[in-house]
């Protein structure tokens, strides 16, 4: 792994907040180098900068683009429009009823029902044109009776993860049908940007010292989360986003998710109704697993690679989606952490690379070959719990059990959930 850091010498304009996450760094060193009024060309290693790390940098534009957005599981259009269109990295729902696709006709004169039914429909439009409820930054909301806004409210709020999308409610006068209530809304679209040469067009009279050593191989290093039942979020968003109290808000995008889609996240996938697992997934004292790790390597649009140290299984979440980058997590059987590569030993956080690109092979390269050597040392001095064998204390009636299947039966008879280990 080859890195490198640029260091300003009179203005500040390195954004490392936008670059640690993805782009390789070379530090320390010597040399000097004034630039006036000249381009500076430098390919990025990601397909993904959502900001430029240069408060200079001029990137290419292209022509707007208008793509209309079909799909036979929402009601079709009611005249001359689009379900959706898509532009420029938005895309524009038109006003959704509750209509049934398969027979244009409303589920029901109740506005809960058509409610609910507006938003499944949404949800199929958001889809079809790659985007989801977690995307939406606007709707606006159309009621035939503003006293119905309480219930719509309460139903809208399943739907949309925090942050919420900016909104605007009005009564109406009369809506197409007769209908209790329409929504539209604005979404964005999930970003995927080829890597392109980038040029700064560096202001006449800055110099600028770059600081360049030898190349050097870094180290895949473990970044502990804090230990409570929220550690799978926080891992994800510090491998995502530099942060390691992002599980109030992923928590909201899972519920979203599946509140979204009530087909496919149902009583039989989830365990437990679709409602009652949104408010069980919301819970801070609830834990994550594989179906959370798969919707936020949707979210994000990366593979989220999961190695486990006791058996030193790699489980790897998005794989079928053939993401053009990776982030890695370890789990010890009860408590997930973060990987991260590091240019050495003891390095501040601040310099962890923890976004890989995925080569041809489906491989990261070198740190594929790191993460999986820390895994077997992690495994080799047992840092691990054996959940299928561990011993568990009752930390309310001091009841000892072996194991998580033990554990989980005294739970569903007593309804406690605080065991502390012992050996």
Same mark, same amino acid.
């Given at each position: ?32 180098? @004034? ?57 524009? =729902?038109?006003? =959704?009823?509750?209509?049934? &696709? ?34 939406? =930054? ?87 989360? &804090? ?8 891992? =994800? ?22 509140? @979204? ?11 437990? &109704? ?150």
């Amino acid at each position: 792994m080859s890195w490198c850091f640029l260091k300003p010498f009179n203005v500040s304009l390195i954004n490392v907040g936008a670059v640690r996450n993805r782009i390789p760094f070379a530090i320390g060193g010597i040399g000097c180098a @004034s630039v006036v009024a000249t381009g500076f060309w430098r390919q990025c290693c990601s397909n993904r900068l959502t900001t430029p790390p240069f408060a200079s940098l001029n990137t290419c534009t292209f022509p707007p683009q208008k793509e209309a957005v079909k799909t036979d599981k929402a009601p079709a259009a009611l005249g001359p429009y689009s379900q959706a269109i898509k532009s420029n990295n938005l895309v524009f =729902v038109s006003g =959704v009823l509750g209509l049934i &696709p398969e027979t244009g006709k409303f589920v029901s004169q109740d506005v809960d029902d058509q409610t609910e039914q507006v938003l499944k429909n949404m949800g199929e439009i958001l889809k079809a044109s790659g985007s989801d409820y977690s995307l939406v =930054v606007k709707t606006t909301i159309m009621l035939a009776d503003l006293k119905d806004f309480k219930k719509v409210n309460d139903i809208y709020a399943k739907y949309f993860p925090a942050p919420f999308p900016a909104r605007s409610t009005y009564q109406v006068a009369a809506l197409p049908l007769d209908a209790k209530i329409e929504i539209e809304c604005i979404a964005e679209l999930p970003q995927e940007v080829e890597p392109q040469p980038y040029k700064a067009d560096i202001l006449p009279g800055i110099a600028f010292r770059f600081l360049i050593i030898d190349i050097m191989e870094g180290i895949v290093v473990r970044r502990v989360i &804090p230990s409570d039942n929220s550690c799978l979020f926080n891992a =994800v968003g510090y491998v995502m986003d530099h942060d390691k109290n992002k599980a109030y808000g992923l928590r909201q995008v899972i519920a979203g998710t599946v509140a @979204s889609d009530p087909e496919k996240y149902n009583e039989a996938f989830l365990g437990k &109704p679709n409602g009652e697992y949104c408010n069980w997934i919301r819970d801070s004292e609830k834990w994550g697993g594989a179906i959370e790790l798969s919707i936020l390597a949707d979210y994000y649009g990366r593979e989220i690679a999961a190695y486990d140290i006791q058996t030193m299984r790699c489980d790897l979440y998005g794989q079928d989606r053939k993401y053009s980058e990776r982030a890695m997590l370890i789990y010890d059987g009860l408590h997930y952490d973060a990987l991260a590569m590091s240019p050495f030993e003891g390095a501040p956080e601040e310099f962890d690379q923890t976004i890989f690109t995925v080569l041809k092979d489906r491989t990261i390269g070198p740190a594929e070959g790191h993460a999986l050597n820390l895994v077997k040392e992690q495994q080799r001095k047992r840092s691990y719990t054996d959940t299928a064998n561990f011993t568990l204390r009752c930390g309310v009636c001091q009841i000892g059990v072996i194991g998580q299947k033990e554990a989980v039966e005294h739970a569903q008879t007593t309804g406690h959930v605080n065991f502390q280990e012992y050996r």
